[in-house]
């Protein structure tokens, strides 16, 4: 399965055929429709004008489930589609989430236990025992320096067979992540953090951003 979401994040259209079917669960040979993975969640997406009800992935391919009736068959041509508002604004919302965490551990290096991308807003989930507001305002600081250079955001394979990828931009090594990208920092925009004691030990960084 050839996943173009990787290397045509701002494709919203594809025709495709499906090249398996077992009952409601169907296997494209190309996709654009992003599978949840490392936090960022699936995209919204129809596959000849059927809703897609959920995804998984299995090894390096992603099952699109539709419903029981939807009538396909092995060599149909099919298109899909994407809800691009909700794809762009998790694209600039992931990065957003990746640059304050990259940031962070620059700072202090924490350990991250969690992260969330989704439509709204993201999250990331560090032990630490102290209130990580006092860091907000150097990180907002150097945020808005990167966004405000527009840095070109590459993106690539670092294991071609186990699809491992990476984003990377000027300053900074490259970062392990397989999630969709925008094409530079400028367009990911400025944020709003908000931080959220979620027990003993831990601390939350929600991130907004500010044209929300």
Not at 32 to 45: L, N, P, R
Not at 65 to 76: F, N, T
Not at 127 to 155: A, G, P
């Amino acid at each position: 399965m050839q996943k173009i979401f990787w290397d045509e994040p701002y494709k919203k259209t594809l025709i495709t055929r499906v090249s398996e079917v077992n009952f409601d669960r169907i296997l494209l040979e190309e996709t654009i429709a992003f599978s949840f993975s490392g936090g960022q969640e699936s995209d919204e997406a129809t596959i000849h004008g059927l809703p897609i009800i959920d995804s998984e992935k299995v090894g390096n391919l992603i099952y699109y489930r539709l419903s029981a009736a939807h009538g396909l068959a092995v060599g149909d041509e099919v298109i899909m589609e994407i809800n691009w508002e909700r794809r762009y604004r998790l694209m600039r919302l992931h990065f957003a989430a990746e640059l304050i965490l990259e940031l962070v551990k620059r700072k202090l290096n924490l350990k991250k236990i969690g992260a969330h991308i989704a439509e709204a807003k993201a999250r990331i989930d560090f032990v630490y025992d102290k209130n990580i507001s006092h860091l907000f305002e150097e990180l907002l600081v150097q945020y808005n320096e990167i966004i405000k250079q527009d840095l070109s955001i590459i993106t690539g394979i670092s294991d071609i067979e186990k699809q491992r990828r990476f984003w990377e931009i000027e300053g900074f090594s490259k970062v392990s992540c397989g999630g969709t990208h925008v094409r530079s920092t400028g367009e990911v925009g400025y944020v709003i953090l908000k931080r959220v004691n979620i027990g003993s030990g831990k601390e939350r960084i929600e991130i907004r951003l500010k044209d929300s």
